[in-house]
């Protein structure tokens, strides 16, 4: 069965899409088979993984992303799936096992114009439709834009964990506890449509400090926010192994060199000094291997 896990904080910037696209692509190298799902609105991680060409059609024609399954008689998630991603400029797959379902820009039609069935609310046609593929993968990861609305409500009632990606600062800290607060609201909302099947709702997992700056001291920042974590699962409204991860992610400039080559990190060619392309590669790879060592806790 596929750790379905949604990635999201109610603060934006903190890099979230950088450290989700990286962690599916060392989960994918070490041999797991992984589905991205984006479901954040500004498509970030469609146009840097299908590379402005390719996502330029889906998002001008309509056909092909996220939001078709949403009208009547549209696509299926199914029909969405992009396989083996990652191209390099002969068309060839460097990076075998990571799949995509798209999103463009209509997907924010969601939030306005889609009326759909109150008996079938939007997040139940996507988990149904998920449940058809969910079995050809290892990993299921969400990228949810800052919010609880109803792009990613999808994620959220499909996801099994939710992890958040933070930055050493104060809003990141507010951000995870607003998080929480909306999990909650929507949990109570969404209720009477889950099925025993799907287990519990979603809680938060871990937390995964991001993009961090060199020479910045993250000891006062990590503190806190394993204060608040230890609140939240207190209160049951965290989960019980919950964990501020012990491997974080440095900032550098290949990860946005990266996003212009279309490439995840690990495929980017290295510079002659070669040092902070591999320091950064390592980290998303100890993260990733940490995420895995994580999900015994988590079914436990």
């Known amino acids: 069965m596929a750790r379905?896990?949604?990635?999201?904080n109610y603060k934006g910037?903190?890099?979230?899409?950088?450290?989700?696209?990286?962690?599916?692509a060392s989960l994918a190298k070490m041999g797991q088979r992984v589905l991205i799902c984006?479901?954040?609105?500004?498509?970030?991680?469609?146009?840097?993984?299908?590379?402005?060409?390719?996502w330029n059609k889906i998002n001008t024609s309509g056909h092909g992303s996220i939001y078709s399954i949403f009208n009547s008689g549209g696509a299926q998630v199914k029909d969405l799936l992009v396989k083996d991603v990652v191209r390099n400029k002969a068309g060839?797959?460097?990076?075998?096992?990571?799949d995509l379902v798209p999103t463009t820009f209509n997907l924010v039609d969601l939030e306005n114009e889609y009326t759909g069935d109150?008996?079938?609310?939007?997040?139940?046609?996507?988990?149904?439709?998920?449940?058809?593929?969910?079995?050809?993968?290892?990993?299921?990861?969400?990228d949810c834009p800052p919010n609880i609305l109803r792009a990613s409500q999808c994620a959220?009632?499909?996801?099994?964990?939710?992890?958040?990606?933070?930055?050493?600062?104060?809003?990141?800290?507010?951000?995870?506890?607003?998080?929480?607060?909306?999990?909650?609201?929507?949990?109570q909302l969404s209720a009477s449509f889950r099925t025993s099947a799907q287990g519990v709702p979603a809680r938060v997992q871990g937390i995964i400090f991001n993009s961090i700056k060199t020479g910045v001291d993250i000891d006062v920042p990590r503190m806190r926010m394993q204060l608040r974590l230890n609140q939240f699962r207190s209160a049951k409204?965290?989960?019980?192994?919950?964990?501020?991860?012990n491997q974080v992610?440095?900032?550098?400039?290949?990860?946005?060199?990266?996003?212009?080559?279309?490439?995840?990190?690990?495929?980017?060619?290295?510079?002659?000094?070669?040092?902070?392309?591999?320091?950064?590669?390592?980290?998303?790879?100890?993260v990733a291997s940490e995420l895995l060592r994580h999900g015994d806790r988590v079914n436990d």
């Open 237 to 245: 409204r965290a989960a019980p192994a919950a964990k501020l991860f």
């Open 4 to 8: 379905k896990i949604a990635f999201i």
């Open 249 to 286: 992610v440095r900032d550098a400039m290949v990860v946005r060199r990266a996003v212009t080559l279309g490439l995840p990190v690990n495929l980017v060619k290295a510079t002659a000094e070669g040092t902070e392309e591999q320091t950064v590669v390592d980290d998303y790879h100890q």
């Open 118 to 142: 109150p008996s079938r609310p939007h997040y139940v046609v996507f988990r149904d439709q998920l449940a058809e593929v969910e079995a050809n993968y290892d990993f299921i990861l969400f």
């Open 38 to 54: 984006d479901f954040d609105t500004q498509s970030n991680a469609s146009i840097w993984l299908l590379k402005l060409d390719r």
């Open 13 to 24: 910037g903190v890099g979230k899409t950088s450290l989700l696209v990286n962690i599916a």
């Open 156 to 187: 959220i009632f499909s996801a099994n964990e939710i992890y958040v990606p933070a930055n050493p600062d104060a809003l990141s800290l507010i951000g995870f506890t607003l998080l929480v607060e909306k999990l909650g609201k929507f949990h």
């Open 92 to 98: 060839e797959a460097p990076l075998a096992g990571l």
